[in-house]
């Protein structure tokens, strides 16, 4: 190999990886019920990252979370594959209204977990601990703010 070229190689390579990796870091909203209790969530908006969610995490905040955005309005579905806590899923339609609760949803650690759907049209999922919903009284029709 020309010994101009492979520096220029190797310049351009670094480039790229910074690119790639600078994009990769998780976005965090604050999300505020009307009650004004908030999560920190990390927003899950690409199929890859709704599709892992919090699989693998050793626990979670007390007022953490994850949130979902999903492309469209549907009744959407949620596994606990490879989680190692139990969650409450507080599902949301496009005016972030609340419509659907499930909670102290179990982990699961087999390769059989069922899928807890919603039942109605939601647009956004938020998953946070179990017991959110019950202590913040978390119901269908309070609204992100």
Same mark, same amino acid.
């Given at each position: +190999? ?6 220029? =190689? =190797? ?9 790639? $990796? ?8 604050v ?12 927003? +899950?908006? %690409?199929? $890859? %990252?709704?599709?892992?969610?919090l +699989? ?5 905040? /007390?007022? #953490?979370g994850?949130? $979902?955005?999903?492309?469209?309005t ?5 596994w606990? /594959?490879? +989680? ?5 899923? =507080?599902?949301?339609?496009? %005016? ?38 019950? #202590?913040?009284?978390i119901s269908?029709?309070?609204?992100? %703010?």
């Amino acid at each position: +190999m020309n010994a101009k070229v492979r520096p220029l =190689i =190797i310049v351009l390579g670094l480039v790229l990886v910074f690119f790639i $990796f600078r994009n990769s870091g998780a976005d965090y909203e604050v999300l505020c019920f009307e009650c004004r209790d908030c999560v920190k969530a990390e927003v +899950m908006k %690409s199929e $890859f %990252s709704r599709a892992k969610g919090l +699989m693998y995490r050793e626990e979670l905040a /007390r007022d #953490e979370g994850a949130f $979902f955005i999903f492309e469209n309005t549907g009744a959407h579905g949620m596994w606990m /594959r490879n +989680m190692n806590f139990p969650i409450d899923i =507080i599902w949301f339609d496009e %005016s972030l209204r609340v419509v659907f609760v499930h909670e102290d949803v179990p982990a699961c650690r087999t390769a059989e977990c069922p899928t807890y759907r919603t039942g109605v049209p939601a647009r956004y999922a938020l998953e946070v601990n179990a017991g959110y919903v019950k #202590e913040h009284e978390i119901s269908e029709g309070v609204k992100l %703010s």
